[in-house]
């Protein structure tokens, strides 16, 4: 019996197809300035990684996080050095492959809410941390030089008597955790009633273009998979080339 390949044509062609989306909706990003703080931008690219990620499995999951971080570095750039870019990458992989992994093993109903439920509180829990120890000191070091007063300036809409001493607690609690769970409730009441759809639609696609039987198919898997190497390593040689040479 014929060993069935990962990365057939069809997987290469979703992940690609749901990590560009996924880019684009995170480039589509804007901030609810009214509830959080103003840099905490609110997109709906969650909802791609949820659906590829049921449809196609938590280790596709975690490829399609890294095509959007780089579809969103090459199509507006960083502006935080990368630290903001390598936090979203941290929170989607914390969803995607808990959710994944527990869903691989529990097809059911039940099984796709527990995924959810869990890769949801998996990322939120990221969020918070990525935000207490990478971003925020991040911010407060190196972009405004050790300086609380303009972080706390662009926090005091939200909380006018917010101080120093006083601002992780207010922040985490009371806009990092409530904006992330919002973030994954959306995407998730998106993502629940059409992956099932999503997923039948792929598995057909796979019947017509990868069959198990086809003459040349490992060699043409070989291919395709060289191929969406090299495409990456191609997004990652003009990212690089963007920002140490162009700019």
């Given at each position: 019996?014929?060993?069935?390949?990962?990365?057939n044509?069809?997987?290469?062609?979703?992940?690609?197809?749901?990590?560009?989306?996924?880019?684009?909706?995170?480039?589509?990003?804007?901030?609810?300035?009214?509830?959080?703080?103003?840099?905490?931008?609110?997109?709906?690219?969650?909802?791609?990684?949820?659906?590829?990620?049921?449809?196609?499995?938590?280790?596709?999951?975690?490829?399609?996080?890294?095509?959007?971080?780089?579809?969103?570095?090459?199509?507006?750039?960083?502006?935080?050095?990368?630290?903001?870019?390598?936090?979203?990458?941290?929170?989607?992989?914390?969803?995607?492959?808990?959710?994944?992994?527990?869903?691989?093993?529990?097809?059911?109903?039940?099984?796709?809410?527990?995924?959810?439920?869990?890769?949801?509180?998996?990322?939120?829990?990221v969020?918070?941390?990525?935000?207490?120890?990478?971003?925020?000191?991040?911010?407060?070091?190196?972009?405004?030089?050790?300086?609380?007063?303009?972080?706390?300036?662009?926090?005091?809409?939200?909380?006018?008597?917010?101080?120093?001493?006083?601002?992780?607690?207010?922040?985490?609690?009371a806009?990092v955790?409530?904006?992330?769970?919002?973030?994954?409730?959306?995407?998730?009441?998106?993502?629940?009633?059409?992956?099932?759809?999503?997923?039948?639609?792929?598995?057909?696609?796979?019947?017509?273009?990868?069959?198990?039987?086809?003459?040349?198919?490992?060699?043409?898997?070989?291919?395709l998979?060289?191929?969406?190497?090299?495409?990456?390593?191609?997004?990652?040689?003009?990212?690089?080339?963007?920002?140490?040479?162009?700019?």
């Amino acid at each position: 019996m014929e060993r069935k390949q990962y990365f057939n044509s069809t997987r290469i062609v979703m992940i690609a197809l749901f990590g560009t989306l996924a880019g684009l909706l995170h480039i589509a990003k804007f901030p609810l300035s009214f509830a959080f703080a103003s840099w905490l931008e609110f997109d709906l690219s969650d909802i791609a990684l949820f659906i590829g990620t049921f449809a196609l499995g938590s280790f596709s999951g975690s490829i399609i996080v890294v095509v959007k971080i780089l579809v969103k570095l090459l199509c507006t750039g960083t502006s935080s050095m990368f630290v903001g870019d390598l936090a979203n990458l941290l929170v989607g992989w914390a969803f995607v492959i808990p959710a994944g992994l527990l869903y691989r093993h529990h097809r059911t109903l039940k099984g796709a809410l527990a995924a959810l439920a869990v890769g949801s509180v998996s990322s939120v829990a990221v969020a918070m941390l990525a935000n207490r120890f990478l971003l925020i000191p991040f911010y407060i070091n190196v972009m405004f030089g050790g300086d609380w007063q303009p972080l706390l300036g662009m926090f005091s809409p939200l909380f006018p008597n917010v101080t120093r001493e006083s601002f992780y607690n207010l922040y985490l609690w009371a806009s990092v955790l409530p904006f992330n769970v919002l973030r994954c409730l959306v995407a998730g009441a998106v993502c629940f009633p059409v992956y099932k759809h999503i997923s039948r639609l792929i598995e057909r696609l796979n019947r017509k273009l990868a069959p198990k039987e086809e003459a040349g198919g490992k060699k043409r898997d070989l291919v395709l998979l060289l191929l969406g190497i090299g495409v990456a390593l191609t997004v990652v040689l003009f990212v690089l080339l963007r920002f140490f040479l162009w700019d």
